[in-house]
């Protein structure tokens, strides 16, 4: 007696036989991809046509194009345009910008420009900075504030690091916040704080550790002796200020 025979197993199908009689139709499909891909990025539609400048007044926007460097004959989106905000972002006289782009091919450079703050000055240097304490290519008229520092030189979009400075500077805001007007700060050779205000009046603040306290005293001095000639206020110990008269 015969024994049955086994059906044979099927093997099935490996996905590359399955998709062997579409292979025509899968390479035109990856051609086509490529094809596009290809058109999209060298479409003339693509090419920035139109770059805007805003928010500039005194930094020329020829410049500040120069410096973006978009080029026009490449296609907008695929640019680095955080590249192209770094380069305007070292315009000395620049602090934040911002670049946009809008479909098909606009581009919008947003900047916003530093302001000078203050002057340091020397008997050689003069650097016009902001608040960041940044040298800028900017001119400063008389009316800003200037700090007495005996520092190098350095080139517009340069940081200012000398502690001094520094100080100056905050010292600068503790007055401004009191309302009191000064039209130049410096250390002396003791390291103690000098002011002078518009009227040529020499505030001698000592050590600006505790010069919350100090600053409270000009207000009411500058009151109590309104339309005398005053030649300095000592406030090196504000327990005790003394007013020299001229």
Do not use: C
């Amino acid at each position: 007696m015969s024994r049955p025979r086994k059906p044979v197993a099927r093997r099935k199908r490996s996905a590359a036989a399955r998709l062997r009689p579409f292979w025509i139709v899968l390479v035109l499909l990856v051609a086509g991809g490529f094809l596009g891909v290809y058109y999209a990025m060298t479409w003339p539609g693509f090419r920035a046509h139109q770059i805007a400048v805003i928010g500039n007044r005194r930094v020329n926007a020829k410049e500040i194009l120069h410096h973006a460097a978009i080029n026009r004959r490449i296609n907008v989106w695929l640019q680095n345009m955080r590249a192209a905000a770094d380069r305007v972002g070292a315009i000395p006289d620049i602090g934040q910008v911002t670049i946009r782009r809008s479909f098909p091919a606009s581009v919008s450079i947003v900047v916003r420009e530093r302001h000078p703050f203050a002057v340091i000055r020397t008997a050689s240097v003069r650097l016009v900075i902001d608040r960041d304490l940044r040298v800028l290519d900017a001119q400063a008229g008389p009316a800003f504030p200037q700090f007495i520092v005996n520092i190098k030189p350095l080139a517009p979009g340069k940081d200012v690091k000398d502690e001094r400075v520094v100080r100056l500077r905050d010292d600068y805001d503790q007055l401004e916040a009191a309302h009191v007007i000064v039209v130049s700060l410096r250390y002396d050779r003791f390291g103690d704080l000098v002011a002078v205000t518009p009227r040529g009046v020499q505030i001698l603040l000592g050590d600006d550790e505790d010069l919350t306290r100090k600053v409270a005293l000009i207000g009411p001095i500058l009151s109590q002796t309104a339309g005398k000639r005053i030649a300095a206020i000592d406030l090196r110990a504000p327990a005790t200020p003394v007013v020299r008269y001229k």
